[in-house]
Nanobody
C-alpha cells in the first residue's frame, strides 16, 4: 500500500508565504512524476506544478514566478514553496504521484487527502 500525506497548509495574509510538503510511504520501488494540484470552491481541480524524477519542472501560468516545486528522492517527499500568495490561491492543495511498487509493476497514480490553504487578510 502507498500513502501520500500533505502538510503545511494554513491561513496566510496576501503577499505571504507557505511551504507545503507531501511524503509518500509504503511499498515504493520508484516515484516518477510528482504533482501539486489545487481545487477552489466551485471550481475543477487543476494542476499547479509538476516535477519529473530527474527534477525538471513545469508550472501553471497563474503561479509561474511565485511557486517552486522541488523533491527529495531520498525522503520520497515533494515540496511546494508558495510566495507572494494571493486570495485567488485559496484552495485545497493535493499531492499526486506516479509510483511503481516493484520492478515489475505498472506505475499507478496516488493521491493525498489534501491540505487547505487560505489567503486572506
Amino acid at each position: 500500500q502507498v500513502q501520500l500525506v500533505e502538510s503545511g497548509g494554513g491561513l496566510v495574509q496576501p503577499g505571504g508565504s507557505l511551504k507545503l510538503s507531501c511524503a509518500a510511504s509504503g511499498s515504493i520501488f520508484r516515484i516518477n512524476f510528482m504533482y501539486w494540484y489545487r481545487q477552489a470552491p466551485g471550481k475543477e481541480r487543476e494542476v499547479v506544478a509538476t516535477i519529473t524524477g530527474a527534477g525538471s519542472t513545469n508550472y501553471a501560468d497563474s503561479v509561474k514566478g511565485r511557486f517552486t516545486i522541488s523533491r527529495d528522492n531520498a525522503k520520497n517527499t515533494v515540496y511546494l514553496q508558495m510566495n507572494s500568495l494571493k486570495p485567488e490561491d485559496t484552495a485545497v492543495y493535493y499531492c499526486n504521484a506516479n509510483i511503481r511498487t516493484d520492478s515489475t509493476a505498472q506505475p499507478n497514480n496516488y493521491w493525498g487527502k489534501g491540505t487547505q490553504v487560505t489567503v486572506s487578510s
